[in-house]
């Protein structure tokens, strides 16, 4: 690997214990037990990234990431407890209980444009594999707040890039020219805007203005990689304001683009939108948990309805049975972009075609409902809506009460023959029967 002589080896600027706040009590014993023992091994040992940002800020960091200049094997070597992953780069994993903690070797950065071996015909980095010095590792880095690298050895920041400053400034800079960085990895767009959102940092204007040009670059990257990152952005707790800066910043469309186009239309959309998106970081704060299923089904509800719709206009179908078709086209179509799980799909598609079925409030059927094994994500769904001005007020408060009562009364809400009393006679059945839906 050849130095580009650009960035590397500039010495950093070494921020004594005293001139800073990042304590150990922020850091979990399992970290610190790996920095101690790569330390006492003659090893250099640093913690570095989200954890030394987040506990400078007193977020009480849970992810701890090591960087050393010992290798895997020689990691391996000194803990039983470690497992060498990755194939491009190899990663080690050493694990406390339920607590991974992952350490890298210093690493060089493929930083060179037009070293034609390390990227591909767009600049994305495809070979990043050569172990080098701490002065090497800084400047494949994101951002500067995510270069910080706190010293076990004396409890000291090295600082290459300024990163310092900007944490207390609270602002995301990328590290070197910020169009060759988004070019190279165009998922740092995804990640200005997430730690924008979680952190309250701004995004710096030099990456702003890069990000303009780039955001269609997103459609190069691997699907699967973008669900990760999807759930990254999604479930940290502050969802609300990280989908208000991707929409800001024309990434959400790049992510979602069949939902972009009817929130820019549909203000119930968009409302219904941001209270799923408002009740998803409520529970996040509550300690409760939260499925990716749901918010997924919100974002593909207006696109499916409206296909559904046109399904319905070219064939004769149940509601229920062009919702299931609507949602698996578009799904299939969202598939390209983000790669979704299957056991996402599957009980997401089956809350929406349960959907219809809250308007029956009268009979056996409607009854059933409350079995279903999709009943509580459907009805949370539903009312959501049904505050949002995109459903009916009163079904709402009707499944709500429902929930509550004994199941004579609910046999009464439901006016269900059996609740009137001891005289039963049968009311001749119907005969005009629903063709069966794909439900449960
Ligand atoms: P958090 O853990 O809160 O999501 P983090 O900054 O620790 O934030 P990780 O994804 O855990 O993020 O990555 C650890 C570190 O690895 C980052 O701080 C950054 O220095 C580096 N890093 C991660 N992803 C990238 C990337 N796509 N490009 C450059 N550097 C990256
Ligand atoms: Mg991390």
């Known amino acids: 690997m050849k130095n580009t002589g650009k960035t590397g080896s500039k010495a950093p600027n070494v921020i004594p214990r005293a001139a800073h706040n990042v304590s150990r009590a922020e850091i979990s014993k399992a970290a610190l037990k790996v920095l101690y023992r790569l330390h006492k091994s003659g090893y250099q040992a640093f913690l570095v990234g989200g954890g030394v940002r987040d506990a400078m800020l007193e977020l009480h960091p849970k992810d701890f990431d090591i960087a050393t200049n010992a290798t895997p094997e020689e990691v391996r070597s000194l803990f039983s407890n ?3 992953i990755g194939r491009r780069f190899r990663l080690a994993h050493v694990r406390f209980g339920r607590e991974i903690i992952e350490v890298a070797t210093f690493r060089a950065a493929a930083n060179h444009e037009d070293d034609d071996s390390a990227h591909d015909t767009e600049g994305r980095i495809i070979r990043d594999n050569v172990y080098g010095t701490i002065d090497e590792d800084v400047w494949r880095r994101d951002f500067t707040c995510n270069a910080l690298y706190y010293n076990i050895a004396d409890f000291s920041i090295w600082d290459y890039t300024g990163g310092f400053d900007d944490v207390k400034r609270k602002r995301l800079v990328l590290i070197g020219d910020p169009a060759q960085r988004l070019r190279e990895d165009p998922v740092r767009m995804l990640r200005a805007v997430r730690f924008a959102g979680k952190l309250g940092f701004s995004i710096d204007k030099s990456v702003v203005n ?18 990760d990152e999807f759930l ?8 609300e304001r990280t989908f208000e800066l991707l929409r800001e910043h024309k990434l959400f469309g790049e992510l979602f683009p069949a939902t972009e186009e009817e929130l820019s239309q549909d203000e119930r959309f968009l409302a219904f939108t941001q209270a799923a998106l408002q009740n998803s970081d409520k529970r996040v704060a509550e300690g409760k948990s939260v499925t990716p299923m749901f918010l997924l089904g919100v974002f593909l509800w207006m696109p499916i309805k409206k296909l559904a719709e046109i399904r319905r206009s070219e064939e004769k179908m149940s509601e229920s049975q062009s919702l299931s078709l609507a949602a698996y086209e578009i799904v299939s179509q969202q598939q390209r972009r983000i790669s979704i799980p299957k056991r996402f799909t599957v009980p997401m598609r089956e809350m929406l075609a349960l959907q219809p079925r809250f308007a029956q409030v009268r009979g056996k059927r409607a009854m059933n409902l409350l079995q279903h094994r999709r009943f509580r994500a459907a009805y949370d769904f539903m009312l959501l809506q049904s505050e949002v001005g995109l ?5 709402g408060k009707f499944w709500t009460d429902v929930q509550t009562q004994s199941t004579d009364e609910q046999a009464r809400s439901f006016q269900m023959p059996a609740a009137q009393g001891a005289d039963k006679k049968r009311r001749p059945r119907r005969r005009r029967r629903r063709k069966p839906t794909q439900e449960s």
């Open 210 to 227: 890069a990000m303009r040009g780039h955001t269609e670059l997103l459609a190069n990257v691997p699907a699967a990689r973008l669900f």
């Open 391 to 395: 459903g009916d007020p009163e079904l």
């Open 232 to 239: 990254k952005l999604f479930q940290s707790g502050f969802a």
């Open 82 to 84: 470690c497992r060498l």
